[in-house]
C-alpha cells in the first residue's frame, strides 16, 4: 500500500475513535481512580494503565489488590478476564498477513474492544485498508485511555461520588456494537452473550469468556440455518 494510502487509513483510525472518547475517557478516570483508591502509589496506578491497558481486568486488579490477595491471583484473575482478546486477534490476524512482527505485536498490544468492534465493522464492509485503520484508532485509544488514567489518577477523589457517569461507559459499547448487527444470525449472537454474561454466574469473572463462547456458537449455527441473512434478511 502506498504511503499516502497509510496515511489516509490511519488517520481514518483516529477519526473514528472521536465518537467513542467520551466513554473512554470517562472509564479510564475510574479505572486510574480505582487504582489509586486500593492504595497504589501514582507511579504503580499509571503502571498498571500503560502496561494492562485493559479496563475491566484494572478494575478487578485493583479490587484483588486492595482485598489483599497474592500476586499470582491477581495476575491469572486478569489474565482470565482478558481471554476474550484471544478471539479477537484470531479474528483479526488475516488481515495482518504480511505485516512485520513488530506491527503484529503493537497491534496485539493495542487490541481493545472498541478498537476490534470498529475495526471489524470495516472489514465486513470490505476494505483492504485494516491494518493501518486499525492502528489509527487503536493508537487514539491508547491516548484517551492514558490520559484518563492519569486524571482519575490525580482528580478522581474529587469527582462527588453522587455524580453518577457509569453510564457512558455501557452507552459507548453499545454505540459501538449496533452497527455489526447486520442479520439475524449477528443479533441472536449479541443478544444471547449478553444474556449469558449477566444471568450466568462464574467465579473469576469466567461468565465472561463463557457468555462470548455461547454467542459465537449460536451465531455460527444460526449463519448455517439462515443463509440469506448474509444479505441482511
Do not use: H
Not at 171 to 177: A, D, E, Q, R, S
Amino acid at each position: 500500500m502506498p504511503s499516502t494510502d497509510r496515511q489516509q487509513a490511519f488517520l481514518a483510525g483516529v477519526r473514528a475513535c472521536i465518537p467513542l472518547a467520551p466513554g473512554v475517557l470517562l472509564f479510564g478516570m475510574v479505572c486510574g481512580a480505582a487504582a489509586a483508591g486500593a492504595g497504589l502509589t501514582a507511579g504503580q496506578s499509571f503502571a498498571l494503565s500503560w502496561m494492562v491497558f485493559a479496563g475491566s481486568s484494572q478494575i478487578v486488579a485493583t479490587q484483588l489488590f486492595a482485598a489483599g490477595a497474592p500476586g499470582w491471583v491477581i495476575v491469572l484473575t486478569g489474565w482470565i478476564v482478558n481471554l476474550r482478546f484471544m478471539m479477537y486477534s484470531a479474528t483479526l490476524a488475516q488481515q495482518f498477513r504480511g505485516e512485520s512482527r513488530r506491527s503484529r505485536w503493537l497491534a496485539g498490544y493495542l487490541l481493545t474492544d472498541q478498537a476490534f468492534a470498529v475495526t471489524l465493522a470495516r472489514v465486513l464492509d470490505g476494505r483492504r485498508d485494516i491494518p493501518w485503520f486499525y492502528l489509527g484508532i487503536a493508537a487514539a485509544l491508547w491516548l484517551y485511555w492514558q490520559i484518563a488514567s492519569l486524571a482519575g489518577i490525580f482528580l478522581g477523589a474529587r469527582v462527588p461520588a453522587a455524580l453518577s457517569i457509569d453510564f457512558v461507559v455501557a452507552l459507548t459499547f453499545i454505540g459501538v456494537l449496533a452497527p455489526l448487527l447486520r442479520n439475524r444470525a449477528m443479533a441472536a449472537a449479541a443478544v444471547s452473550g449478553g444474556l449469558t454474561s449477566v444471568f450466568l454466574v462464574l467465579p473469576l469473572k469466567l461468565n465472561l469468556m463463557a457468555a462470548a463462547l455461547i454467542g459465537a456458537a449460536i451465531g455460527i449455527t444460526l449463519e448455517k440455518l439462515w443463509p440469506t441473512s448474509r444479505s441482511g434478511a
